[in-house]
Each structure stands twice: as C-alpha cells, then as structure tokens.
Nanobody
Framework: QVQLVESGGDLVQPGGSLRLSCAGS????????MGWYRQAPGKERELVAT???????YYADSVKGRFTISRDNAKSTLYLQMNSLKPEDTAVYYC???????????WGQGTQVTVSS
C-alpha cells in the first residue's frame, strides 16, 4: 500500500524556521517526481516547490530564497526547509508523488504550519 506521511509542522513566530519531512512507502522513490503543496483557509491548493527525479527544482515566487526542497531517495524521504517564515505561509502542507512512467499520483495527509506572533 502506498503511503506518504508528512511531519514537522508546528506553530512558529514570524522569521522562524521549520523543516518538513515526507516519508514514502510502497513506491520506488526514485521513479517519482516529488512536490510540496499548501492550502490556506479559503484558498485553493497551490504548488510550493517541486523536486523532479532529474533536473532543477522549482519554487513558487512567494517562497523563492526562503524555502529549499530536497530529497533522499535511499531513505524515501522528501524535505522542505522553510526559513524566514511569514504569516502568509500559514497553511496545511501536503506532499505529492507522481510516477514519471505511469503518471499515477499520491498525496499525503498534510501537516499544519502556523506562523503567528
């Protein structure tokens, strides 16, 4: 059974940092393009960053210079390092995996990030 489990969400003050993790199982991690998405209350789910199997990572303009996506295929884990957090970063953050060969996609359950003073 395929599972993606996010962790690391927390309540932090503006300017703080968090590191999110996404642990995958039931998939060959290196076959999948990975991504982080987020959804704030009353907003559509939006793409934050992508980590393809090969090539350069992508970042939304709103997080460029502050967030870093990375992956460890040997550990089947995706990471999102978030620095200089702002209140507008408050959202549920979701991990996504898309198999680049059969295009099957999976979602994690999400982890809550709240940035507030």
């Amino acid at each position: 059974q395929v599972q993606l489990v996010e962790s690391g969400g927390d309540l932090v003050q503006p300017g703080g940092s968090l590191r999110l993790s996404c642990a995958g199982s039931g998939i060959i991690f290196s076959y999948n393009d990975m991504g982080w998405y987020r959804q704030a209350p009353g907003k559509e789910r939006e793409l934050v960053a992508t980590s393809p199997t090969r090539g350069i990572s992508y970042y939304a303009d709103s997080v460029k210079g502050r967030f870093t996506i990375s992956r460890d295929n040997a550990k089947s884990t995706l990471y999102l390092q978030m620095n200089s957090l702002k209140p507008e970063d408050t959202a549920v953050y979701y991990c996504n995996a898309q198999n680049k060969y059969n295009y099957v996609s999976y979602w994690g359950q999400g982890t809550q990030v709240t940035v507030s003073s």
